[in-house]
C-alpha cells in the first residue's frame, strides 16, 4: 500500500474535547486513521511517540500561532493543519514557512477534513475556499479607522503573542495605565470589542502577520 492510501497517525490538539472526539469519530470511519487527542501542554511528548503524525490544531487563534512558532523550534516538526473560525487569517506565507499544510473552517464536513488529511498526508498542500475570502467585516473596520500609531503597532503586536498588560508594560518599560489607555485606542481604531477579536481583524486587514 502506498504512503497516500495508508491509513496514517494524527493528533488533535484541542481544548475543547467534545469538538476533538467528533474529529477523531470522523477520520477513523471515513480514512481508518489513528487519532490521539491531547492538550497543548501535552503535544511534544505525544509527537515524540509519534514522530510521523500529523498535528490537527483547534485554538484560539492567538494560541495556536503561538504553537505554530513552538513547534517549528522542535528538532523534527510536524505538518500542521488549523482549524479556525476564520481560517483566511492562517494561510499566509510565514505560517506555511512554520509547518502549516492546510487550513480549513471549525464547520467543515468530516468529508472536507479527512480529504485534507489523506492530502497533506501525500505532502500536498490544501487551502478551503474560505481562506481564500478574508471577512469583509474585517477589512471595512481596519480601512474605516484612524492610523495606528507606531507605538500602538508595537503593543498589538504584543497581544498576538498573547502578552497581558502587564508583560505589555514590561517589556516597552512603559506603565500598565499607559498599556491600557494605548488598548483601548487600538479597539476603538479596529472597531473591535476586545483583543482577541482586535488581532483577528489586524490579520485579516494586513496590519500583522503570523
Given at each position: 500500500?502506498?504512503?497516500?492510501?495508508?491509513p496514517?497517525t494524527?493528533?488533535?490538539?484541542?481544548?475543547?474535547?467534545?469538538?476533538?472526539a467528533?474529529?477523531?469519530?470522523a477520520l477513523?470511519?471515513?480514512?481508518?486513521?489513528?487519532?490521539?487527542?491531547?492538550?497543548?501542554?501535552?503535544?511534544r511528548?505525544?509527537?515524540?511517540?509519534?514522530?510521523?503524525?500529523?498535528?490537527?490544531?483547534?485554538?484560539?487563534?492567538?494560541?495556536?500561532?503561538?504553537?505554530l512558532?513552538?513547534?517549528?523550534?522542535?528538532?523534527?516538526?510536524?505538518?500542521?493543519?488549523?482549524?479556525s473560525?476564520?481560517?483566511?487569517?492562517?494561510?499566509?506565507?510565514a505560517?506555511?514557512?512554520?509547518?502549516?499544510?492546510?487550513?480549513?473552517?471549525?464547520?467543515?464536513?468530516?468529508e472536507?477534513l479527512?480529504?485534507?488529511?489523506?492530502?497533506?498526508?501525500?505532502?500536498l498542500?490544501?487551502?478551503?475556499?474560505?481562506a481564500?475570502?478574508?471577512?469583509?467585516?474585517?477589512?471595512t473596520?481596519?480601512?474605516?479607522?484612524?492610523?495606528?500609531?507606531?507605538?500602538e503597532?508595537e503593543?498589538?503586536e504584543?497581544m498576538?503573542?498573547?502578552?497581558n498588560?502587564?508583560?505589555?508594560?514590561?517589556?516597552?518599560?512603559?506603565?500598565?495605565?499607559?498599556?491600557?489607555f494605548?488598548?483601548?485606542?487600538?479597539?476603538?481604531?479596529?472597531?473591535?470589542?476586545?483583543?482577541?477579536?482586535?488581532?483577528?481583524?489586524?490579520?485579516?486587514?494586513?496590519?500583522?502577520?503570523?
Amino acid at each position: 500500500m502506498s504512503r497516500e492510501t495508508r491509513p496514517g497517525t494524527m493528533i488533535v490538539v484541542s481544548d475543547d474535547s467534545m469538538y476533538a472526539a467528533r474529529i477523531e469519530a470522523a477520520l477513523h470511519e471515513l480514512a481508518g486513521w489513528r487519532v490521539h487527542v491531547c492538550k497543548p501542554r501535552q503535544l511534544r511528548g505525544l509527537f515524540e511517540e509519534h514522530p510521523e503524525a500529523i498535528v490537527t490544531v483547534v485554538l484560539a487563534d492567538a494560541e495556536a500561532r503561538r504553537m505554530l512558532r513552538a513547534i517549528r523550534a522542535w528538532p523534527r516538526s510536524p505538518a500542521v493543519i488549523a482549524l479556525s473560525d476564520d481560517p483566511a487569517t492562517f494561510w499566509t506565507s510565514a505560517s506555511r514557512a512554520l509547518g502549516l499544510r492546510a487550513a480549513l473552517p471549525l464547520r467543515a464536513t468530516a468529508e472536507e477534513l479527512a480529504g485534507a488529511v489523506r492530502a497533506v498526508h501525500a505532502g500536498l498542500f490544501v487551502l478551503h475556499p474560505e481562506a481564500l475570502v478574508p471577512s469583509r467585516a474585517g477589512d471595512t473596520a481596519v480601512a474605516a479607522g484612524a492610523p495606528l500609531t507606531s507605538r500602538e503597532r508595537e503593543i498589538l503586536e504584543l497581544m498576538a503573542d498573547g502578552a497581558n498588560n502587564r508583560i505589555i508594560a514590561s517589556r516597552l518599560a512603559i506603565s500598565r495605565h499607559t498599556v491600557k489607555f494605548h488598548v483601548a485606542s487600538i479597539l476603538a481604531k479596529l472597531g473591535a470589542g476586545s483583543r482577541t477579536e482586535a488581532v483577528a481583524l489586524a490579520l485579516r486587514g494586513g496590519l500583522l502577520t503570523v
